[in-house]
């Protein structure tokens, strides 16, 4: 099974700045045949469930503003938000699905310093 | 416009059982595998089970398989869980998520989520 791990656990960053949050596989996701990496990041708030950001590591889904962008290929990855604003608070997630089962990283929980 | 509804959460005994639905619409369900992934309180996201589109291929994660069963009625629009000896550690947030596809295999819509509480 493959393990992802996120980094950091946390983070505080002012408003205006950039966060980064990185997220590792146990063993790579990207398929060659394809030339694709199977890796996606989902941000979550309070009482709600996930919401998809990035897919294929670094496409935007629809409606997701522009400051989040996702970036990394094998098994190291990066979601990067810029100019961060208040409704970005949140936990962030990445999620491997390379293989079944499908896997999570641990989340990373961004507020505001 | 997709949606995802959720029904059947609640509170039982460590040992009983219980049945989640997840109602669809928006969507020609009958076209998208779909999951349910899992969330203790407090904790992150926790994958627990996969279904095919037409039903034909199932997968679980290890901690619950051969005590959950995930299912469709693609007659009508809906996907289950049936979680058999329920244990403590089983209660969470359950989340009924949709699987784009074509080229891809995220997570594009969730459900509302809905509470398991296995507890005496």
């Known amino acids: 099974d493959i393990v992802m791990t996120q980094t950091p656990d946390s983070l505080a960053v002012s408003l205006g700045d950039r966060a980064t949050i990185n997220c590792k596989s146990s063993q790579s996701v990207f398929y060659s045949s394809t030339n694709k990496n199977y890796l996606g990041w989902y941000q979550q708030k309070p009482g709600q469930p996930p919401k998809l950001l990035i897919y294929?590591?670094?496409t935007r889904e629809s409606g997701v503003p522009d400051r989040f962008s996702g970036s990394g290929s094998g098994t190291d990855f990066t979601l990067t938000i810029n100019n961060l604003q208040a409704e970005d608070v949140a936990v962030y997630y990445c999620h491997q699905y390379f293989n079944t089962p499908d896997s999570f990283g641990q989340g990373t929980k961004l507020e505001i310093k | 416009q997709v949606h995802l509804v959720q029904s059947g959460g609640g509170v039982v005994q460590p040992g009983g059982s219980l049945r989640l639905s997840c109602a669809v619409s928006g969507f020609t369900f009958n076209n998208y595998a779909m999951h349910w992934v899992r969330q203790p309180p407090g904790k992150g996201l926790d994958w627990v089970a996969m279904i095919s589109y037409d039903g034909s291929n199932k997968y679980y994660a290890q901690s619950v398989k051969g005590r959950f069963a995930i299912s469709r009625d693609n007659s009508k629009d809906t996907l289950h869980l049936q979680m058999d000896s329920l244990r403590a550690e089983d209660t969470a947030v359950y989340y009924c998520?949709?699987?784009?596809?074509?080229?891809?295999?995220?997570?594009?819509?969730w459900g509302q989520g809905t509470l398991v509480t296995v507890s005496s």
């Open positions: 294929l590591a670094s």
């Open positions: 998520a949709r699987v784009h596809g074509s080229g891809s295999y995220h997570f594009d819509s």
